[in-house]
């Protein structure tokens, strides 16, 4: 494992702790591992679907950007175009909120295919923790914090998708056929 992948695991290791203890689920006595929370300790990697949105998303990049980096450059460019063109659609709507988060995170997508680095984290956790919360000044009787879109869903709903960085940098991923892989 990389340096930067045991520092990006021992920062984000350490932000779950200090979440965790402000909910009262402190770590384990043994030290700051959080390898005790939800099960046995085991060498396997994590089952993915107990994940959040941001775990899941992190995993699913890092896991590309160590086993191909070559696609892991093109997809994050991908990600980045995807992100930029939603920015674009949520500007000419008036959504100045949204067009500002998801240009900062076509920058920090644009820079990781660059580096080869994983994105921006806090502006990743920003976008996907408080993902669909923003202030809307408008009704929006059709919106869900859902991913998934079914055939009853409503313009609404499709148009937040759009909109959602988590639905486009996890569309993005399965088009270019990146799945994470627990097996």
Sequence with gaps: ??????GLFSSVESILSSALQ?????????????????GPTSAQQPDNSQLSPLGQVLSTL????????????????????????AAQTAQSDGNTNAANQLTQLASDFTNASTSGQLP??????????????????????????????GASGSSSQTQNNTLSPLSIITNTLSSAGVTSSNS
């Design 62 to 85: 890092q896991e590309l950007q160590q086993s191909n980096p070559t696609e892991y450059k093109q997809v994050t460019q991908q990600i980045a175009t995807n992100l930029t063109s």
């Design 1 to 6: 494992m990389s340096t930067s992948a045991i």
């Design 22 to 38: 402000k909910v009262g689920l402190a770590p384990n006595a043994t030290g700051s591992s959080l390898n005790g929370i939800g």
């Design 120 to 149: 921006n984290i806090q502006d990743l956790a920003q976008a996907l923790g408080g993902g669909g919360h923003h202030h809307h000044h408008h009704s929006d009787a059709g919106s869900s914090s859902s991913d998934s879109t």
